[in-house]
């Protein structure tokens, strides 16, 4: 079902798709990581194809000179088998999980490490059949990944039926002229053309497949209205995201306060503790405005800043913190300190600016 259906209209927030990946929840195509993992295996197998047959023709001698001396159950066999093979596998295990974690961190932008994904939860465990079959085959996605797999198959089959046919009666004449070692090193070269060329296919269709995934992802992970209030109440009591909101509010103070101070016509402070500055202009409002305030050393910087200009300041502690707490820059002042103001706006030619 579309996201629109579900009345999921609103794009996903900043904070929604940071939530989903701290959760391991990213846009990726496993088709992706799997043609990076084929390509370099099979790179690595034709790399180190010669020195992989010798070490299986060691292995092959080993044991044909001494089959008749020693129990199949030998611990020197044992161990002489599992060093060959880890000898072998291991090369060729490195250069996949490489492939496969290179693949995964191109498509995340970083790694994403998450333990949610993996947590046991119960009704995980339950078999849900039903369900099962709706997500893999009775729906849009399950068919689309059944059409991608007998696609997948439908190449492999067409790719090795062109060159097997091509190759097929020169090959079998070398093996009816007895030349073994060279009829395994054809169907060798074949087999790496074959899977070469079939993972650098899969790497090509992986890329279309990859933005599929990503705009599925997105659709996913659409809001509806009431969500998107829902998490804006939920942001507003984070403490980390209040902390951050608080930073960027003093950044931007900052950032105007010297013009904001400057052309101010007063600094009501506590005196330490609170500043507030005040402009009144009568073609804009019928009262005076906050223009900056601050608490400590935000303070101390509106006082400093109003010293240098010249602007001047009026200890009045209960105006002051009564104007920090109940207005914002840009506010009118309340009527409750009109009076109080007003008082202040008439003295004001006993300081001098």
């Known amino acids: 079902m579309a996201a629109e259906d579900e009345g999921r209209t609103e794009e996903p927030s ?36 010669k020195w992989i047959f010798y070490q299986c023709l060691s292995l092959y001698q080993f044991y044909f000179e001494r089959c008749g001396q020693y129990d199949l159950q030998e611990p020197a066999l044992i161990t002489f088998f599992l060093s060959t093979f880890l000898k072998i596998v291991i090369p060729i295990a490195i250069i996949a999980a490489a492939g496969g974690f290179f693949g995964n ?3 995340t932008r970083g790694i994403v490490f998450s333990l949610k ?25 399950g068919l689309f990944n059944i059409a991608k797999s007998l696609g997948k198959v439908a ?17 079998l004449e070398i093996i009816k002229n007895g030349q073994i070692v060279v009829a395994i090193g054809r169907i060798a070269t074949m087999a790496a053309q074959i899977l ?42 984070d403490p980390e995201v209040k902390g951050r909101l608080k930073q960027m509010q003093q950044q931007l103070l900052s950032q105007n306060i010297p013009k904001a101070v400057s052309e101010s016509d007063v600094v ?27 608490e400590d050393e935000l303070a101390f910087t509106i006082r400093r800043i109003a010293n240098e200009n010249n602007i001047p300041i009026v200890e009045d502690k209960p105006v002051a913190r009564g104007l920090y707490t109940e207005t914002e820059v840009g506010d009118i002042i309340p009527e409750t300190y009109y009076r109080t103001i007003s008082i202040i706006y008439s003295h004001l030619k006993n300081y001098s600016k």
């Open 268 to 294: 009501i402070t506590n005196p330490t503790h609170f500043a507030v500055a005040l402009k009144y202009d009568r073609f804009e409002s019928d009262a005076p405005k906050v223009t900056a305030k601050g």
């Open 105 to 107: 961190i191109v498509q």
């Open 155 to 171: 190449v492999i089959v067409i790719i090795a039926f062109i060159f097997i046919k091509g190759d097929l009666f020169e090959l």
């Open 196 to 237: 070469l060329l079939v993972a650098f296919i899969f790497l090509v269709i992986s890329i279309p497949d990859f933005f599929i995934q990503r705009h599925e992802f997105r659709e996913s992970m659409k809001m509806t209205k009431q969500e998107v209030k829902e998490e804006y109440k939920e942001m507003e009591g």
């Open 14 to 49: 900043e904070y929604k798709l940071e939530k989903a990946r701290k959760e391991g929840r990213v846009p990726k195509s496993p088709e992706v990581s799997a043609a990076l993992v084929l390509i370099l295996s099979v790179v690595t197998l034709i790399f180190l194809g």
């Open 117 to 141: 994904p993996i947590s046991p939860k119960f009704s995980n465990i339950v078999p849900k059949f039903g369900e099962f079959f709706k997500k893999t085959i009775f729906s849009a996605k």
